[in-house]
Structures are given as C-alpha cells and as structure tokens.
C-alpha cells in the first residue's frame, strides 16, 4: 500500500535558521498537503500542492511538489519562535482524499 | 463560532468500558473522518463519511463503531476499551472538492 514517509523526525534549530523537512511517497500522489499541529492543538491546514514541479510560498515558508509527484520539500526561513510545532505531509492518491500522513517532522526552535 | 467540535475533551476510562465520542461541524461540509493519533504522534484515518455514507473503513477492530446520524456529525463508539487505545482521536469535515480539511480539537483518551 501507499506510505509516505518523512524526514528528518526531529529538528532543533536556533532562531533566525533555516531548515527543510523532506517528504517522499512509494507511489505517485494526486496531491500533496501540509498541516502544521502545535503542541496540545490540532493539524492546521497550511497548503495543497497538485502539479507536478510546483512550488508555492507563504511568506517565510516555501513548498514544492516533485516532478514525478513522488515527493515534497517545506522550507521555513529565518525560524522564530512561532514555527514551532510538528510539521506533517499528507499525500492523497485517491477520489475521496484519503490522506496518508508522514510521520511528522517535531521542530523545536532555540531562541 | 467552533467550525469543527469534538466532545468530550478528556476522557479517562477503564480497561473493558464502553465510551464514545462525538464530533459536530458547523461548516455546511459532506465529509467527515476520524483519525487516531499515537503517542508518537503518527495520524492514521480510521473512517471517513460522505452524505452520511460509509466510505472509507481501515483496518480498525470491529469494537471501534462509527454513525453518522446526519452530514454535520460524526460519532465513534468504541466497545471493550483496550490500554492500546489509548490515544488523541481527532475529527475532521471537507466539502467534497475543496482542498482544506478541518481538525477538530481533539478527544484525549487514556485507558487505565
């Protein structure tokens, strides 16, 4: 079956930092979604990517879509405080939108 | 104002009860799901509903039942409680079409 696997699982970064937490699916995925959840909250929605090479970008945080639909990047600039949290993708590959989590990526940010 | 509700928030319970939680979304969606979240944070779907039909079913023991009475909420019923299930139980709702789903805040269950 489908898994979309994520990495790395944790990241510690110092504030003002960059990082990229990495996602990649066995099969190729209709889209590719990624959702933010605080610690004690719930996974917020962040972005839907459905083109193959897309790259789309939310102030500080960029997302791309591989060319084979098979994989997914989230890069975040200059980390503050804010960004902490655990980062998920989820890819869908199917009508309904069952979405297959990654495990998440945990991000600790240092001040 | 709360799009996406679940009640209760906590639940601690014994090995062997029977609970359930319910979830209520205001935001006119025909799609809702329950997603099981570990201690190690992994998010799995359980269930999902349409227009209260049953549409996705995993690999869930048969003591987890699901009902949806109409398209704005979705209840888990979960038999025998086992220590394994102890877990954060999350709803979700989408409109079909549409790209956002929307977590509700969680059901933390503990069973002792």
């Known amino acids: 079956g489908q898994q979309v696997m994520q990495i790395p699982q944790y990241q510690h970064v110092q504030e003002g930092e960059d990082f990229t937490t990495y996602c990649n699916s066995s099969?190729?995925?209709?889209?590719i979604q990624w959702y933010k959840q605080r610690p004690g909250g719930h996974p917020v929605f962040l972005i839907q990517?459905?083109?193959?090479?897309e790259v789309k970008k939310q102030k500080r945080l960029t997302f791309q879509f591989g060319e084979a639909k098979k994989n997914s990047s989230l890069h975040i600039t200059a980390t503050q405080t804010t960004d902490v949290g655990t980062y998920f993708c989820?890819?869908?590959?199917?009508?309904?939108?069952?979405?297959?989590f990654g495990a998440g990526t945990q991000v600790v940010v240092t001040p | 104002d709360t799009a996406v509700s679940q009640t209760p928030k906590y639940l601690v319970t014994q090995m062997g009860n029977d609970k359930s939680i319910k979830c209520e979304q205001n935001?006119?969606?025909?799609?809702m799901y329950w997603y099981k979240q570990d201690s190690k944070k992994f998010l799995k779907i359980m269930f999902s509903?349409?227009?209260?039909?049953?549409?996705i079913n995993e690999t869930v023991p048969n003591r987890f039942s699901p009902k949806s009475p109409d398209k704005a909420h979705l209840n888990l019923h979960i038999n025998s409680l086992e220590l394994g299930d102890s877990a954060v139980y999350f709803c979700?709702?989408?409109?079909?079409?549409?790209?956002?789903?929307?977590f509700g805040p969680g059901t933390r269950l503990l069973v002792l």
């Open positions: 935001l006119g969606h025909d799609t």
């Open positions: 989820a890819g869908t590959t199917d009508s309904w939108g069952k979405l297959q």
């Open positions: 099969t190729t995925l209709s889209n």
């Open positions: 979700a709702s989408i409109l079909t079409g549409g790209e956002t789903q929307y």
């Open positions: 509903y349409n227009n209260k039909e049953l549409i």
């Open positions: 990517l459905v083109k193959s090479g």
